[in-house]
């Protein structure tokens, strides 16, 4: 069977973000991650912007997202979208555990959320065993079974080594009823604290992933509702439970998110 292919050259992005305007864009990016389960004090993002783009940051003092559900977890995320239920419920976008409850209420925020076409992101993967970045479109979730993922890139910093790494593509159901796990790590030459691209082409019937053109795996499972964008670095706690202090910050520098309407 022939191999997908994608050619963006010819093409014209319905929308490009490189983060060059001197401050964030708070029409499509929501700088907390679901803040809904802590608050947007304890979730914001901590950011630069710069001429090759945007750097998401964990630094010394930045302090666990939520302690209550996701232990000493850190984290710096931009999403595209917010949707959740009022204080006390359980109704909120990417329930990753059991027992979740809204600690804060937010409004809703439908900001920049795609329903097929390509969808790219450039970006540099971090080279420590604590630290992973991530761009995993996540269904919006107007309804609450429409939550599946569309991992473009997941990357662990103990997964990279002199002469490439293993990047994590596919779906993952979270918790919709109709999909199955399709994800695998594939391996990819070359330095991966470069910047590369990692992009799919989301199609109704299938979605095709690419890192630098090349196409490195096919779902053939999609997702049919709009999804928002999550992009993030994590730090997650060590084997020893003492953070490497000489490591930080952790820098996650991302030049571009683009998409392209389904041909």
């Not at 014209?12 to 929501?30: I, K, M, V, Y």
């Not at 790219?120 to 630290?131: F, K, W």
């Not at 079974?145 to 790494?165: N, P, Q, R, T, Y």
Request: with cysteine.
């Amino acid at each position: 069977m022939e191999q997908p292919s994608l050619d963006l050259a010819a093409r014209t992005p319905d929308h490009a973000e490189h983060f060059r305007a001197g401050r964030l864009d708070e029409s499509r990016w929501w700088p907390y991650y679901t803040p809904h389960w802590a608050s947007r004090a304890a979730s914001a993002a901590r950011y630069e912007l710069g001429p090759e783009g945007i750097t998401l940051r964990i630094d010394e003092d930045t302090a666990p997202w939520s302690p209550e559900y996701d232990g000493m977890t850190r984290t710096s995320t931009l999403q595209t979208g917010q949707l959740s239920g009022p204080f006390g419920s359980t109704r909120g976008q990417h329930r990753y555990r059991d027992g979740l409850v809204v600690r804060e209420e937010q409004p809703e925020r439908r900001l920049w959320v795609p329903h097929f076409g390509v969808i790219e992101v450039r970006m540099r993967a971090i080279r420590h065993p604590d630290a992973m970045v991530a761009f995993w479109p996540i269904g919006f979730e107007e309804r609450p079974e429409d939550c599946g993922e569309i991992c473009v890139a997941e990357i662990f910093g103990s997964d990279l080594d002199d002469s490439g790494g293993w990047v994590g593509v596919g779906v993952k159901p979270q918790n919709d009823p109709r999909l199955k796990l399709d994800f695998e790590k594939v391996r990819v030459d070359g330095d991966l604290t470069e910047f590369h691209d990692y992009a799919v082409d989301w199609q109704r019937d299938a979605i095709h992933f690419f890192v630098d053109g090349r196409w490195v795996k096919t779902s053939r499972q999609s997702i049919d509702y709009p999804v928002q964008f999550m992009l993030n670095v994590y730090e997650f706690p060590s084997a020893t439970g003492v953070r490497d202090a000489a490591a930080l910050p952790h820098r996650f520098d991302i030049a571009h998110v683009r998409t392209f309407a389904p041909v």
